[in-house]
Nanobody, 125 residues
Framework: QAQLAESGGGSVQAGGSLRLSCAAS????????RAWFRQIPGKEREGVAI????????WYADSVKGRFTISQDNAKNTVYLQMNSLKPEDTAMYYC??????????????????WGQGTQVTVSS
């Protein structure tokens, strides 16, 4: 059974750090495209970071460049999102996603077939 399990969310003050984890099992463990998205109630989901082919290529949203880092531990089938210098506007539900995709479809960000349940990140000013 394919499953993605997120952890690491919580509440932090502006300027603080959090690290999110997304452990894959079943089919998703063989995914070559892994990503983090976030969503605020009433707004569209937005891509935050993507990692392809075990770290051979990464992409970040402009709003998080230089502050967030996506990485992957293949031995643990886990993807991480290290979030530093957090801002109140980073407050959202964060979701991890995974699938086996071509590079183009991976970077497109809309073809993921597997999603985690989400973990809340709240940044206070």
């Amino acid at each position: 059974q394919a499953q993605l399990a997120e952890s690491g969310g919580g509440s932090v003050q502006a300027g603080g750090s959090l690290r999110l984890s997304c452990a894959a099992s079943g089919y998703t463990a063989s995914s070559n495209c892994r990503a983090w998205f976030r969503q605020i109630p009433g707004k569209e989901r937005e891509g935050v970071a993507i990692i392809y082919a075990g770290g051979g290529f990464t992409w970040y949203a402009d709003s998080v460049k230089g502050r967030f880092t996506i990485s992957q531990d293949n031995a643990k089938n886990t993807v991480y999102l290290q979030m530093n210098s957090l801002k109140p506007e980073d407050t959202a539900m964060y979701y991890c996603a995974a699938d086996r995709l071509t590079w183009g479809r991976c970077m497109g960000g809309s073809d993921f077939g597997y999603w985690g349940q989400g973990t809340q990140v709240t940044v206070s000013s």
